[in-house]
């Protein structure tokens, strides 16, 4: 930490509230672009416009670890190496 730089003054409750409040407002709209990038892929599958493969190697670089388990047995099944 920068020696010149002097820590923040301890903050009141009501400010600490609206920092708190702040701070879930950005979380909401980071998984409303999560939410709206998936379903974009969604959309691109539905339409043809990637595969299978494809779909669920972006949609787990979005949202690693949020597609069920029992998707690894279909990606076996297939011999799909995506997960």
């Given at each position: 930490?920068n020696a010149r730089?002097?820590?923040?003054?301890?903050?009141?409750?009501?400010?600490?509230?609206?920092?708190?409040?702040?701070?879930?407002?950005?979380?909401?709209?980071?998984?409303?672009?999560?939410?709206?990038?998936?379903?974009?892929?969604?959309?691109?599958?539905?339409?043809?416009?990637?595969?299978?493969q494809s779909a669920?190697?972006?949609?787990?670089?979005?949202?690693?670890?949020?597609?069920?388990p029992e998707l690894?047995?279909?990606?076996?099944?297939?011999?799909?190496?995506?997960?």
């Open positions: 930490m730089v002097k820590p923040p003054e301890r903050l009141e409750a009501i400010q600490q509230r609206e920092v708190v409040l702040a701070s879930i407002r950005i979380v909401v709209k980071s998984l409303e672009a999560i939410k709206e990038a998936v379903a974009f892929n969604g959309v691109a599958l539905a339409q043809g416009a990637i595969d299978p669920i190697r972006l949609v787990e670089e979005i949202a690693p670890g949020m597609l069920p690894n047995a279909i990606c076996i099944a297939n011999n799909w190496e995506i997960l």
